[in-house]
C-alpha cells in the first residue's frame, strides 16, 4: 500500500509551486450553475388535490365502526409495539 503524504496531491504542489514562483496566491474561479425553476402543472396539481381533499374521509364513511375499531387497534399494536 502506497504511504500516504500530508503535503496534498501532484496537483495541489503544482499549484503551490507556482504560486511561489510568481508571489501571488491564486484562488480558481468557480462557475455558478442556475437552474430553471421547476413549475409544476396546474391542472394536475388541481386534480391530485380534487382527490386528496375526500380521500381519507371518503374512506372512513365506508367503513362500519368495526371495521374501524380494528384497523385503529392494528395501528396502535404497529406503532407501540403491543402483542
Known sequence: ????S???DVAQ??????EQAIGEELKPQRK?????????NPA???LGKLGGMKGGRARAAKLTPQ???????RAAKA???KS
Open 44 to 46: 394536475a396539481v388541481a
Open 67 to 73: 371495521e374501524r375499531k380494528e384497523i385503529a387497534q
Open 6 to 8: 500530508s503535503k496534498g
Open 1 to 4: 500500500m502506497p504511504r500516504r
Open 13 to 18: 504542489n503544482a499549484l503551490r509551486v507556482i
Open 79 to 81: 406503532r407501540w409495539g
Open 32 to 40: 455558478i450553475v442556475h437552474f430553471p425553476p421547476h413549475k409544476k
